[in-house]
Every structure is written in C-alpha cells, then in structure tokens.
C-alpha cells in the first residue's frame, strides 16, 4: 500500500492514485465529447462505472473475509478485495456498461472509443503516481504514461469520428509499445526467449489485432 504522510495524517496513496485515474479519464472523455459536439451522456456514465468499481473493488472484502470484516468493520476503509477484488469489480463495470449500451442503444464503436479514451488518460496519470512511489520502476512508468498520452492525443487530434479499422490499429500500436517497454523492466522474469509473461500476451495479443485489422482491410469497399 502507498501512503502520504502530511503532518500527523497519513493518506492512502492508492486511493488517491484511483481518483486521479477517475479524474484524469473523466476530464479525457468530457474534452472529446465537448470536441465532437456529443452530448455527455458517456462522461456521465464513467462517473457512475468508476464508482461502482471503486465501491464493489473495496466492498468485496466482505466476500472474501466476511469473519474479519464483520469482527473490524472499519478494516473494509483500510483494505480492499485485492487482485481478486479487481477483477470482480471490473466484471461489475463491463456489466454496467452493457446494460447502458442495451438500454439507451449506444453505437458499440462510440462505447469502445469512449471507454478507450478513458482507459488511457487515467493510466497516464496512473502511471506518473507510480512512478513517483515506486522509484526503482520509474522509467518503465514514465514511458507507459507516455504511450497511453500519445494514444489519447490520437484521438484528440484526428478530425471526426474514428472507424473500428482506426480503434484496431491504436490497439496494435499499444501492444507494440507495451512489449517494448518491458524490456525496461530490469526485475523482468523470462519465460521464452527474452520475453517475460506480459510480453508474450501483448505479442499474441498484437498477432490477432493485425489479422483482425488485415480482416477489415481487405473487405473495405
């Protein structure tokens, strides 16, 4: 857990590196909707998704030790459902996120656009956080919160709505500069070759991006 000591309080650095991350993403979507001449239906909705994974990410403590939290109740404000608690929250959100695009009968291509947007600017900001927390790693976070900036400022700067062939190709150009940047990880663990772990998901995960993007080509009138 990160913290910041002012004076005798001593703040959780975790969660405020969550809100910068919901602020960051928020400020992203609202900027390029206001640019699109969109309404701020999708920036709204963040605001609820974000909370909602905030409060099912700490509220699954309670899931998954219910002795120890009902014994402490205040230990559900200093802890949280961990790994498993993340992804449980994020089901939550992709959930959420369903539903509105069901019921309000989004275009799929915006939701994806929006959320990716999103996504990025928080994790600039996200990865600036760690990078001053975690010293020893700084470099490897500067140059993620780089990357996920000039994927944000791609979408700033091209005029008028992207299609999926333009969403597939910043995927591509994403996986290609997170297996670049592993190698800037010195406490790397190899698993084939010189590629670690996350390495290998992002080389595999750009395989099928292309194909999918050589897909789309070829059918494009």
């Known amino acids: 857990m990160y913290t910041i000591q002012v004076g005798s309080f001593v703040l959780n650095g975790q969660i405020l590196l969550l809100f910068a991350f919901g602020a960051a993403g928020w400020t992203a979507l ?20 974000f909370l909602i994974w905030l409060l099912v990410w ?28 993340r992804w449980a929250a994020t089901f939550a959100v992709i ?80 996986c290609i500069g997170f297996i670049a940047i592993g190698f800037l990880n010195s406490n790397r663990v190899t698993v084939f070759l010189s590629f670690n772990f996350f390495q290998i998901v992002g080389i595999a995960a750009a395989g099928g991006l292309y194909f999918i993007l050589s897909v789309m080509k070829r059918r494009a009138p």
């Open 58 to 85: 700490k509220g699954s403590l309670l899931l998954w030790e219910p002795t120890s939290v009902i014994r402490q109740p205040l230990s559900i404000v200093y802890f949280d459902g961990g790994v498993k608690g």
């Open 95 to 174: 959930g959420y996120l369903l539903y509105h695009l069901i019921k309000r009968k989004m275009s799929f291509l915006k939701v994806a656009e929006a959320a990716t947007i999103y996504l990025m600017a928080g994790l600039t900001v996200y990865d600036l956080g760690l990078a001053w927390f975690i010293p020893e790693q700084k470099l490897t976070f500067l140059a993620t919160s780089a990357l996920s900036l000039l994927i944000v400022l791609s979408f700033q700067f091209t005029k008028g709505q992207i299609l999926w062939t333009g969403l597939v190709e910043r995927g591509l150009w994403l």
């Open 30 to 49: 609202w900027s390029y909707e206001r640019r699109m001449k969109w309404d701020h239906e999708l920036a709204d909705v963040s605001i609820q998704a």
